[in-house]
């Protein structure tokens, strides 16, 4: 695993905390967002830790602070500390924890590039449907 560098983890917070507020004209402030972790977690974060967190004054949140974070923002605590670990890297971790996912993914390893591509259109069209990817309806 690399060392996190100053901005990495205030990159990936604020990231996260303009990711989970997109549909907002500005994400709350640290206040509003410590006490939103304390209550949908239970574990605890001061309004000032987060803070240090964000600005780079602190860069390795550890022990509950990192389990806050991590249950809040719905990533593995190695997202945090991994320098190296992309949104994108866990969104696929956490896409491959599903077994239907999984299972689509291995079944479609060995197939030509065309029927891959065949099967990505009907996943595109079933997401289509369910309205998935439709920010306006948020």
Not at 87 to 97: G, K, P, Q
């Amino acid at each position: 695993m690399s060392t996190p560098d100053t901005g990495a983890i205030a990159t990936k917070i604020n990231a996260l905390i303009e990711e989970k507020w997109r549909h907002q004209p500005k994400p709350p402030g640290n206040a509003a967002i410590a006490r939103a972790i304390r209550e949908e977690t239970g574990l605890s974060i001061s309004t000032g830790y987060l803070w240090m967190l964000r600005t780079g004054e602190r860069k390795n949140p550890t022990g509950p602070r990192l389990q806050a974070l991590a249950k809040f923002f719905g990533k593995p605590a190695g997202y945090f500390l991994d320098q190296d670990i992309t949104s994108e890297d866990m969104d696929l971790a956490t896409a491959l924890r599903s077994s239907g996912v999984r299972t689509i993914a291995l079944r479609s390893d060995g197939l030509s590039e065309r029927s891959q591509r065949a099967i990505l259109d009907m996943i595109e069209h079933a997401r289509e449907i369910e309205r998935l990817d439709h920010d306006d309806d948020v």
